[in-house]
């Protein structure tokens, strides 16, 4: 790719991608040895995360045995080593340390650091021998490895991670000293270094753990996916498809970042990435500057929210959750590709305020109802091709059973020589220089039939993740492998099929591509690596002086007790965490300190909030930290790309972003979003309702819809908007959804009740410290001859008890003690659902109200002589 064309502002491509080092892969690059040496540490440190996520430590060797195994702690002990080793020597201490080679101090400080870190696993045996008594030589080690830990955070991410932790480890050490509100019993520096060192609450704890077992595997996918060429691939896609729209090359922006956040775990990244490319042909059809870097961050950055990967958030979702890996992909996915679909609308809005055009073709487009059936073809072929591999491994799993594996692998062999055949009837695919005086768009045949064998190591990770249920890092390691082949084979087998000279010449090309690949992906995870350690001090300290349950005191009294508020404050602590903290770190922290806050709150409000969609909520505002200025870095990236002002270009992605955040509320509200508790055809409907609703909202925002929007007009949109989203609250308002049932008839109105109704139990009893609350449980009717057996059956027996109804007994393991019902408590109103017309009687208005607008506007705008589209995208 050429430079970009001159401007006062405007930076070239090998600052671009200084920029993207300083921040993601480290910005010194040392010459000689040294450099050597660094190389081959990142290129180990991707081997030796290969060797553990493959199954071959674990097969019965005849000679080494066990070599080469290692539990999970001593996985994360090593996995931060690297980490810390590569922090200190990438990294530069501060802007005027040598670039170019490693200074003696970040020698040392290197060496210590990763032998502090993997200190657990070096003393491994003699730790687990006297846990919780940690030795002089025990605390020596932990204190320097916490101290390094803070520099090599500094260095990679800047201070505010680092900030936050020690403020984190000085309350823990100062807790009686602090405010009446705050104050703790503390702990001593033993205690803390113990708790936070050497054991599986702090540094090495679940947040590493993730790191280490899944995240290196996807970054390392990732990198090897964009290093054989996929990232250009999306790209040339993306514009070859959509190029020729109105505003086409931002929509292709959208697409292809959309794409490219599929391979790339980093929002900066990803604006250099597609942003080189994508900005100035935005420019070129009539885009500002502010506006053209806006778009290419809003989609950007929205690559974090989508899966499979979501920046690492949706491994530690796994964990934190408690809910399988596919499920958390499942519940993420709709309001992922609904933001992006709005994000494509509002590109087309920007267009028709200014009747902007798309750019030409190199051949002339069919006849529309020739590209549709195209369309149609193309898909009937991908569905049939689809159920012939799902349908074909079912088969031959149980036809040739331990040499399915065999079989399997060889016709995956013989799809991936044919998709090579097809990329070598078509020529190499290259970036146009989007500064050239006329800018063609590439034909889509040909650019579709050249990369199309990038698709398989997708879908080899699709299917082990969603068919076999295999687990991610298993998934990956198969997908990666896969990758791993296609990098050094994809140039020799080209040349072969394409009859030039010495194709095996080609080998020494992919070689050396995955050798980059791998270092490449290795310093990706640097940052990563140590975000996810820091980020465990925090919780460590949470999990050791209780500010969990203070800080959960401090927002109900700051909310006063009311859930929408309490929401509002805790996106605003997102977006102020994300300001200087990496999206994985924010979350970390956010979703420890606040998550439990907002399902306690909603309990004590009536609304049982699921956690995967808290922990979703707290995520997306953290991404948001990413756009928002005045510490935005994709918008600071994009800018530096386009020429603009970046405070600018922050406050218009942020503008295009509020489809996103208003997202999670939605979603906290109407679960239907996250598809939970829904079949196939609701989750249809969720989505087409979803859709347009959100694009209705998107119109609001961008005051445009079929013309200019007036005031009222605004209003009404965004009232349509909130309607089809959540139809319920006015039904709600209409019909009562539930009848009111006094505790001490409770066991005699039961008995009258259908099956599998969902019950709420209002309960005033105390938590687990012995502070009193009062909060809503749901049960679900079970089977009973009379009301008492149908609590029986769910494990509850109630007394009454002084003119109050007492809970007597609980279940071990039942549904009552699941729901968080206990001995003792009280119960003062049971609530039971009553029938309630179908919620969507509430689209008839909405869509009453929509027609309206439209009419309204159509007629303004044929009356003012308007030459605008309608508003299909």
Known sequence: MTHLQSGQDQIDEKELQEMVASSDTGARIPEGVQGKLLLAVALFWSLFQLWIASPLPFLDWPIVGSFGIFNDTEVRAIHLGFASFLAFTAYPAFSRSPRHRIPVTDIVLCLAGAVSASYIFLFYDQLVTRPGLPNTQDLVFSVIGLVLLLEATRRTLGPPLMIVAIVFLVYSLAGPYMPELIAHKGVTLKELVNHQWLTTEGVFGIALGVSSGFVFLFVLFGALLDKAGAGNYFIQVAFSLLGHMRGGPAKAAVVSSGLTGL??????????????????????VGFTSEKAGAVEVASSVNGQIMPPVMGAA???????????????????????????????????????????????????????????????????????????????????????GDFAAVVISVLLGVAYLWLIRIAASVPDLKLDDPNAPMVELPEVGPTVKSGLHFLLPVVVLVWCLMVERLSPG????????????????????????????????????????????????????????????????????VSQTGVGSVLADLVEVLSMGNLLLMLILTAVL???????????????????????????????????????????????????????????????????????????????????????????????????????????????????????????????????????????????????????????????????????????????????????????????????????????????????????????????ELIENNGKVVIDYVGFDSAAEKAGLAFDQVITSVEAPQSQPPKQLIYIPAILLLILVVVLQRRRRTGEGTAAEPVAA
């Open 263 to 284: 391979i790339s775990g980093s929002s900066i990244a990803n604006v250099v990435t597609t942003g080189t490319f994508t900005i100035p042909m935005m420019k070129r």
């Open 474 to 541: 298993l998934s990956a390691f198969w997908a990666t492998v896969l990758m791993i082949f296609i990098l050094v084979t994809q140039r020799p087998l080209i040349a072969f099929f394409r009859k030039q000279e010495n194709p095996i010449s080609k080998l020494r090309q992919g070689f050396n591509e995955l050798i980059d690949g791998l270092i490449g992906g290795a310093r990706n995870m640097i940052g990563i690596g140590i975000a996810t350690a820091t980020a465990g001090i925090i919780v460590g300290a």
């Open 574 to 796: 997102s977006l102020i965490l994300g300001m200087g903290l990496p999206t994985t770190a924010n979350y970390i922290v956010v979703s420890s300190l606040l998550a439990p806050v907002v399902i306690s709150l909603g309990q004590e409000s009536g609304l049982i909030v699921p956690l995967i969609a808290v922990h979703l909520f707290v995520f997306y505002f953290g991404i948001m930290a990413d756009v928002t200025p005045p510490v935005g870095l994709a918008s600071f990236a994009a800018a530096a790309v386009s020429g603009g002002d970046p405070i600018k270009t922050g406050f218009q992605a942020f503008s295009y972003s509020l489809r996103t955040a208003l997202l999670p509320f939605l979603f906290i509200f109407n679960t239907d979003l996250l598809l939970i508790d829904v079949t196939w055809a609701e989750g249809i409907q969720v989505f087409i309702v979803a859709t347009i609703a959100m694009l209705i909202f998107t119109a609001a925002t961008q005051g445009y819809f079929f013309a200019r929007n007036r005031s009222y007009e605004t209003v009404l949109l965004l009232l349509i908007a909130f309607s089809l989203f959540r139809p319920g609250f006015w039904m709600d308002r209409i019909v009562e959804p539930y009848q009111t049932i006094q505790p001490a008839a409770v066991t005699t109105q039961l008995a009258e009740l259908e099956v599998g109704s969902e019950l709420r139990f209002w309960i005033d009893g105390e938590d687990d410290v012995g502070n009193q609350r009062s909060f809503v449980a749901t049960l679900v009717l079970e089977e009973g001859a009379t009301g008492a057996d149908r609590l029986a059956a769910s494990g509850i």
């Open 314 to 400: 949706a491994f530690l979702m796994v964990e934190y959750v408690g809910i399988s890996y596919v499920e958390v992909i499942t519940h993420a996915f709709l309001p992922a590709l609904i933001s992006y679909l709005a994000l494509i609308y509002i590109v087309h809005l920007e267009a028709l305020k200014q009747n902007m055009q798309g750019l030409p073709r190199r051949v002339e487009l069919k006849a529309w109802h020739l590209r549709l059936f195209g369309v149609l073809t193309g898909f009937m072929v991908t569905a049939g091709l689809a159920a012939a591999v799902y349908f074909g491994i079912g088969w031959i799993k149980p036809a040739f």
